[in-house]
Protein backbone atom coordinates (compact mmCIF):
# COMPACT_ATOMS: atom_id res chain seq x y z
CA UNK A 1 0.00 0.00 0.00
CA UNK A 2 1.66 3.55 -0.69
CA UNK A 3 2.35 6.01 1.61
CA UNK A 4 0.10 8.85 2.27
CA UNK A 5 3.03 10.85 4.28
CA UNK A 6 3.36 14.61 2.59
CA UNK A 7 6.58 16.64 2.99
CA UNK A 8 7.45 19.02 5.50
CA UNK A 9 8.20 22.30 2.62
CA UNK A 10 5.35 24.51 1.89
CA UNK A 11 4.40 24.44 5.94
CA UNK A 12 3.71 27.61 7.58
CA UNK A 13 3.41 29.20 10.54
CA UNK A 14 1.21 32.41 10.96
CA UNK A 15 0.48 35.01 13.78
CA UNK A 16 -3.06 36.68 13.99
CA UNK A 17 -2.47 40.63 13.10
CA UNK A 18 -5.61 42.40 14.10
CA UNK A 19 -7.39 41.53 10.86
CA UNK A 20 -5.70 38.57 8.76
CA UNK A 21 -3.07 35.79 9.25
CA UNK A 22 0.41 36.77 8.32
CA UNK A 23 3.04 34.15 7.78
CA UNK A 24 6.24 34.47 9.80
CA UNK A 25 9.56 34.19 7.33
CA UNK A 26 12.44 31.80 7.47
CA UNK A 27 10.93 29.15 9.91
CA UNK A 28 13.29 25.97 9.55
CA UNK A 29 10.91 23.59 12.34
CA UNK A 30 8.09 23.80 13.82
CA UNK A 31 8.04 20.98 17.54
CA UNK A 32 4.66 20.91 18.66
CA UNK A 33 1.75 21.44 20.02
CA UNK A 34 3.29 19.05 22.26
CA UNK A 35 0.11 18.07 24.10
CA UNK A 36 -0.83 15.69 27.11
CA UNK A 37 -3.17 14.80 29.57
CA UNK A 38 -3.28 14.58 33.10
CA UNK A 39 -4.85 11.43 34.93
CA UNK A 40 -5.88 11.16 38.51
CA UNK A 41 -4.85 7.29 40.70
CA UNK A 42 -8.67 5.86 41.78
CA UNK A 43 -7.16 2.60 42.43
CA UNK A 44 -8.38 1.32 45.37
CA UNK A 45 -7.63 -1.53 47.77
CA UNK A 46 -10.99 -3.59 46.60
CA UNK A 47 -9.88 -2.50 42.64
CA UNK A 48 -10.01 -6.14 40.68
CA UNK A 49 -7.31 -7.30 38.35
CA UNK A 50 -4.23 -6.39 39.83
CA UNK A 51 -3.97 -2.74 37.56
CA UNK A 52 -3.79 0.79 38.38
CA UNK A 53 -7.26 2.32 37.55
CA UNK A 54 -7.34 5.74 36.27
CA UNK A 55 -9.74 8.43 35.03
CA UNK A 56 -9.04 11.28 32.99
CA UNK A 57 -8.12 14.98 34.27
CA UNK A 58 -7.14 18.20 32.76
CA UNK A 59 -5.34 18.17 28.98
CA UNK A 60 -2.96 20.69 28.31
CA UNK A 61 -2.23 22.07 25.13
CA UNK A 62 1.89 22.09 25.49
CA UNK A 63 4.03 24.07 23.42
CA UNK A 64 4.98 25.06 20.46
CA UNK A 65 8.71 25.64 19.41
CA UNK A 66 9.85 27.38 16.33
CA UNK A 67 13.31 27.45 14.94
CA UNK A 68 14.32 30.23 12.51
CA UNK A 69 16.71 32.12 10.36
CA UNK A 70 17.18 34.67 12.01
CA UNK A 71 15.63 38.30 10.38
CA UNK A 72 14.72 41.65 12.20
CA UNK A 73 11.12 41.78 11.61
CA UNK A 74 10.41 38.35 12.78
CA UNK A 75 12.51 38.75 15.94
CA UNK A 76 10.56 41.80 16.50
CA UNK A 77 7.10 40.36 16.58
CA UNK A 78 8.10 37.29 18.90
CA UNK A 79 10.16 39.80 20.99
CA UNK A 80 7.01 41.69 21.35
CA UNK A 81 4.75 39.12 22.03
CA UNK A 82 7.37 38.32 24.77
CA UNK A 83 7.09 41.44 26.02
CA UNK A 84 3.42 41.21 26.19
CA UNK A 85 1.14 39.97 28.53
CA UNK A 86 -1.64 39.53 26.13
CA UNK A 87 -2.43 36.40 24.70
CA UNK A 88 -1.74 35.88 20.86
CA UNK A 89 -3.53 33.65 18.23
CA UNK A 90 -1.23 31.06 15.73
CA UNK A 91 -1.63 28.97 13.24
CA UNK A 92 0.39 26.07 11.96
CA UNK A 93 -1.30 25.79 8.27
CA UNK A 94 -0.19 22.39 6.62
CA UNK A 95 -0.39 22.21 2.61
CA UNK A 96 -2.14 18.58 2.51
CA UNK A 97 -4.77 17.62 0.58
CA UNK A 98 -7.26 19.37 3.18
CA UNK A 99 -4.90 22.10 4.01
CA UNK A 100 -4.95 21.23 7.79
CA UNK A 101 -4.56 24.22 10.69
CA UNK A 102 -3.93 23.89 14.13
CA UNK A 103 -4.92 27.04 15.58
CA UNK A 104 -3.90 27.86 19.11
CA UNK A 105 -3.70 31.02 21.89
CA UNK A 106 -0.70 31.38 23.59
CA UNK A 107 2.12 33.34 25.01
CA UNK A 108 6.09 33.52 23.79
CA UNK A 109 7.89 32.21 26.82
CA UNK A 110 11.21 32.49 24.76
CA UNK A 111 13.22 33.70 22.29
CA UNK A 112 16.35 32.35 22.43
CA UNK A 113 19.64 34.19 20.01
CA UNK A 114 22.49 31.79 18.85
CA UNK A 115 25.29 33.22 16.84
CA UNK A 116 28.36 31.10 15.93
CA UNK A 117 31.80 30.83 14.08
CA UNK A 118 30.44 28.20 10.61
CA UNK A 119 27.16 28.90 11.56
CA UNK A 120 23.93 31.05 10.78
CA UNK A 121 22.98 33.58 13.27
CA UNK A 122 19.02 31.74 14.17
CA UNK A 123 16.63 32.95 16.45
CA UNK A 124 14.17 30.55 17.93
CA UNK A 125 10.68 30.95 19.89
CA UNK A 126 8.68 28.77 22.41
CA UNK A 127 5.10 29.15 22.93
CA UNK A 128 3.08 28.40 25.76
CA UNK A 129 -0.75 27.62 24.62
CA UNK A 130 -3.28 28.64 26.52
CA UNK A 131 -6.33 26.25 25.98
CA UNK A 132 -7.79 24.19 23.51
CA UNK A 133 -5.83 23.68 19.82
CA UNK A 134 -7.70 24.02 17.16
CA UNK A 135 -8.13 21.02 14.50
CA UNK A 136 -9.82 22.07 11.41
CA UNK A 137 -9.72 22.21 7.63
CA UNK A 138 -8.46 25.62 5.86
CA UNK A 139 -8.24 26.24 2.23
CA UNK A 140 -5.23 26.95 0.13
CA UNK A 141 -4.83 30.34 -0.41
CA UNK A 142 -1.54 30.77 1.55
CA UNK A 143 -0.03 33.59 2.94
CA UNK A 144 -1.43 37.05 2.58
CA UNK A 145 1.63 38.85 3.73
CA UNK A 146 5.08 37.69 4.30
CA UNK A 147 7.51 39.56 7.02
CA UNK A 148 10.71 38.71 6.09
Known amino acids: MPSNAISSLGVKFYRW ?3 DWVAIAEVS ?6 KTR ?3 DVTALDSTGGYREFVPDLR ?5 SLSMNFTNATYVI ?12 YCVWIPDAGYTTLEFEGLVTEIPFSASVGDKVSANATIK ?10 DSTGPTSVIS
Request: hydrophobic share 20%; charged share 25%.
Open 17 to 19: DTS
Open 29 to 34: SIDGPT
Open 38 to 40: ETI
Open 60 to 64: DGGTV
Open 78 to 89: MNDDFEDNTKQN
Open 129 to 138: ISGQVTLSSG
